[in-house]
C-alpha cells in the first residue's frame, strides 16, 4: 500500500493558539506513520504558514523561529502545498489535511474553505458545519428548532455596547437575575467567559468578551452537572455517540485556567446521573450534529440538573487533543483507543471525497 502525505496544521490566529499546539502534539504522535507521510504546518498568532520537522519542536515552541515557510495553495489542480526555503520554491503535493486547529480562523469554517477550494480531503466538519458550530448565537437559533432545552439568552451587539452600555444592562437586568454567564459568540476554551454577580462585573465582563467577538451573549446561570459527549461518523457512515463524561472545575466556573492549567481539575467518565439523563444527552448530541450538519468528529456539551433535565450548552467542532481532553478519553473508555480514533477521522476525510480507504 503506498503512503499518503497528510499535512498537519497546527497553532492559528486565535486565542486558543497554545491549545491547538498541545491537541497537535498529541494527534501527530497516534498517526499511523506505515500509512502517512506527515508534513507538519505551524501557523503563527500573526498568520504567518511555516513547516516545522518535529512534535518536540511544537512541544517546545521552537517551530516559530523556522525559516521555512510553507501553504496549502487553493489552486485545485496542483493539491500541494507551496514551500519556500532557502529562497527557492518548490511544490509538495498532499493527499490530505488534519487541521488541529481550534477557535477562529480554524474550527470556523475559514480554513474549511481553503481545502474546498484546493478539492483537498480534510479531517472534521465542512464549512457550514464549522460556521454555526463556533458562532454560539446561530447554533441557538438552530438547536431552538429541535425542541431541546437550552439557556436563555440576550445577544449582545458591541458596537450597542460601545454606543449605549447602559441600555444594555438594562435589557439583561429586564430578564435575568444575577448571577449570569457572559460569553464571546465566536470563541472557544472559555476564552473571554466570564460570570458576573452584579452590575460592575456584568459590564467588566462584557467588554472582555468584546475584545473577543463583536458578538456577545449573556445568559442565565445553570445549576447542575457540566457534562460532555463525543460524536464520531457522518455521511455514510452512521452518527455515534459515546458515553458522557462530567467536568468537575476546581474554579468558579470551567474556565480556561480552569480547563487547562488547574490540577485539580478533573473529568469522570460516566458519572451517575439522574434518571435516564446520561440515554437523553447522547440521543441530543447525535441530533444537534446532524442539524448543523456535522461531519466527522464533534464534542457536544450539556448541563444536567438535580432533577434530570438535559440544557444544551454548546458543540466544538475540532475538540481538544490535549492529555487532559474529554473527546479521546471519552472514545478510549468506549473501547476505541487514540490511534484506531485517529485512523478513523482520517478514513472519514477520505470518504467524504469519494475515495475511500486506499
Given amino acids: 500500500m503506498d503512503k499518503k502525505k497528510l ?35 505551524g501557523i503563527t498568532e500573526d498568520g504567518h504558514w511555516l513547516k516545522t ?9 521552537a517551530w516559530r523561529n523556522g525559516t521555512t515557510e510553507a501553504a496549502l495553495l487553493p489552486d ?30 480554524g474550527e470556523d469554517g475559514t480554513v474549511q474553505g481553503l481545502f474546498e477550494l484546493a478539492q483537498i480531503p480534510y479531517v472534521g466538519c465542512g464549512v457550514l458545519a464549522s460556521a454555526v458550530s ?46 449570569v454567564f457572559i460569553k ?5 476554551s472559555s476564552r473571554g467567559v466570564s460570570k458576573a454577580e452584579d452590575r460592575a462585573q456584568l459590564l467588566a465582563g462584557l467588554y472582555e468578551a468584546a475584545r473577543h467577538d463583536r458578538k456577545i451573549l449573556v445568559e442565565e446561570m445553570i445549576v447542575g452537572h457540566e457534562i460532555e459527549c463525543a460524536v464520531l461518523g457522518g455521511g455514510q457512515k452512521p452518527v455515534q455517540s459515546s458515553g458522557v463524561g462530567e467536568i468537575l472545575a476546581a ?22 446521573l439522574p434518571g435516564d439523563a446520561a440515554r437523553r444527552v447522547k440521543k441530543a448530541a447525535e441530533q444537534i450534529f446532524n442539524a448543523v450538519d456535522g461531519y466527522g468528529l464533534a464534542r457536544v456539551d450539556f448541563f444536567v440538573t438535580a ?37 478513523r477521522l482520517i478514513a472519514l476525510a477520505f470518504e467524504r471525497q469519494g475515495e475511500g480507504e486506499k
Fill in 134 to 179: 463556533m458562532d454560539k448565537l446561530y447554533t441557538k437559533i438552530i438547536v431552538d428548532d429541535l425542541g431541546i432545552r437550552q439557556a436563555d439568552y440576550v445577544p449582545v451587539m458591541s458596537w450597542k455596547l460601545k454606543k449605549d452600555e447602559d441600555a444594555i444592562v438594562r435589557q439583561v437586568e429586564e430578564k435575568f437575575s444575577y448571577p
Fill in 251 to 272: 474554579a468558579d466556573f470551567y474556565d480556561f485556567d480552569a480547563k487547562y492549567f488547574n490540577e485539580e481539575s478533573r473529568t469522570v467518565v460516566d458519572p451517575e
Fill in 7 to 41: 499535512a498537519v496544521l497546527f497553532g492559528g490566529q486565535s486565542s486558543e493558539h497554545i491549545v491547538s499546539c498541545m491537541s497537535a502534539a498529541n494527534v501527530i504522535e497516534q498517526i499511523d506513520t506505515d500509512r502517512y507521510d506527515l508534513f507538519l504546518i
Fill in 76 to 105: 485545485a489542480t496542483k493539491k500541494c502545498i507551496l514551500v519556500k526555503e532557502d529562497g527557492r520554491y518548490r511544490e509538495e503535493a498532499v493527499d490530505a489535511v488534519f487541521p488541529v486547529l481550534h477557535g477562529p480562523y
Fill in 53 to 61: 520537522g518535529s512534535v518536540e519542536e511544537i512541544r517546545s515552541g
Fill in 307 to 343: 432533577d434530570g433535565e438535559v440544557i444544551f450548552n454548546e458543540i466544538n467542532t475540532m475538540p481538544g487533543f490535549t492529555a487532559i481532553s474529554m473527546y479521546p478519553m471519552l472514545w478510549e473508555a468506549a473501547g476505541i483507543p487514540k490511534k484506531e480514533l485517529i485512523d
Fill in 184 to 188: 464571546p459568540s465566536n470563541a472557544g
